[in-house]
């Protein structure tokens, strides 16, 4: 079975750092290009970061940017966000997600999406 | 603009049809994807691309586009797809990913 669990949520008091992981299975996670997404309490999905598989191009958001890194182990099939300076705004559910992709003969473009998500964990900010 | 906007909340009689949209200028170079998320659980994927169903989804679903606009059409609605439904694509470089704000679909 195709699966990813993520762990490493809590509790965490503003300007301090969590680390994220994200355990893939069912799969050859080498393969595949990763993401990390959020959702804050009662709102909408945000993008976060994301990581090819090789793990040599990296993308964040404006919003995190400068203060998270993602990473990945491929020997240990594992996914990792360190988060640093968090914020109160930081606080939100956090998905993996394995992003997939497929050609279209058509327009001769690659387009890519999100098939296999994570059950989240959770990440609260306060003090 | 890198935004994607989406409807209001919308509602749809058992077994009629309803169409969820997402609009926005990255739309007009990339298909969007669709995702289903239920309360408590994790964003389901049931379109991508330009009207690709994973397997396992009904296909009630589909997806089309037109210009700066994207659609989500269930025919035939079911009680167990009410839920919020997200619309996703990429920014103008290319490597962000963007977000619609979710369309909350009650099905009565």
């Known amino acids: 079975e195709v699966q990813l669990v993520e762990s490493g949520g809590g509790l965490v008091q503003p300007g301090g750092s969590l680390r994220l992981s994200c355990a893939a299975s069912g799969f050859t996670f080498s393969s595949y290009e990763m993401n990390w997404v959020r959702q804050a309490p009662g709102k909408g999905l945000e993008w976060v970061s994301y990581?090819?598989?090789?793990?040599?191009?990296?993308y964040y958001a404006d919003s995190v940017k400068g203060r998270f890194t993602i990473s990945r182990d491929n020997a240990n099939n594992s996914l990792y966000l360190q988060m640093r300076s968090l914020r109160a705004e930081d606080t939100a559910v956090y998905y993996c997600?394995?992003?997939?992709?497929?050609?279209?003969?058509?327009?001769?473009?690659?387009?890519?999406?999100?098939?296999?998500w994570g059950k989240g964990t959770t990440v609260s900010v306060s003090s | 603009s890198s935004e994607l906007t989406q409807d209001p909340p919308v509602s749809v009689a058992l077994g009629q049809t309803v169409r969820i949209t997402c609009q926005g200028d990255s739309l007009r170079s990339y298909y969007a994807n669709w995702y289903q998320q239920k309360p408590g659980q994790a964003p389901l994927l049931v379109i991508y691309?330009?009207?690709n169903r994973p397997s396992g989804i009904p296909d009630r679903f589909s997806g089309s586009s037109s210009g700066n606009t994207a659609s989500l059409t269930i025919t035939g609605a079911q009680a167990e797809d009410e839920a919020d439904y997200y619309c996703?694509?990429?920014?103008?470089?290319?490597?962000?990913?963007?977000f619609g704000g979710g369309t909350k679909l009650t099905v009565l």
């Open positions: 996703d694509s990429r920014d103008s470089s290319g490597n962000h990913v963007v």
């Open positions: 990581i090819s598989s090789s793990g040599s191009t990296i």
């Open positions: 997600a394995r992003q997939n992709y497929y050609y279209d003969i058509l327009t001769g473009n690659y387009y890519y999406y999100m098939d296999v």
């Open positions: 691309g330009k009207n």
